[in-house]
């Protein structure tokens, strides 16, 4: 489990870069929407290809770098309800049963990005904006390197899971309600 454990806190490093990236792309796209907008509103001069560009890059790595490091902390959409009609163990097989349901479909979306990402980046594909064309291709391959950075990840997050078994936590005490 040791080197489970090793890889795992390897992969943090790439993960906060990603997560670094995305939040990056998101201050840029702030800084870009409003220029245009300050453009159009005060000279009548928008900023040319902001929607392709913000469509294109900007949206694409906000959404998707920051995968891995929703994995890594549990932030993903949960069913709390399942975890709450069984036994503290029938929650831990359901976690490890939902990662290994993500596992599957980041696997599937990460080979099917890839192949289209392949493809776009043969055909050089580009946009059209009002100034002329956008290269677009290269974010194509932002989709297949997050999903399998979080499918890395997830494989490493299985196996030590499963690998400590389930580890009974103590109860929460819960200050509202009386608690010490």
Known sequence: MRTVDRLLKWLEWPINLLLWAGLVAGFLMMIHVSVDVTGRTFFNRPFAGTTEIVSAWYMV??????????????????????????????????????????????????????????????????????????????????????????????ILRIIRDVGRGHQPQPPKLDLREGGV
């Open 61 to 154: 790595a906000v959404c998707y770098l920051p995968w891995a490091w929703l994995t890594r902390h549990d932030n993903h959409i949960i069913a709390g309800v399942f975890e709450r009609i069984g036994t503290a163990w029938f929650g831990f097989w359901i976690e490890v049963a939902v990662k290994i349901f993500m596992l599957f479909y980041v696997s599937v979306f990460a080979w099917q990005t890839w192949l289209r990402a392949a493809q776009q980046t043969r055909a050089g594909e580009v946009w059209e904006a009002a100034g002329g064309f956008i290269n677009v291709w290269p974010s194509r391959w932002v989709l297949p390197a997050a999903a399998a950075l979080m499918g890395v990840y997830l």
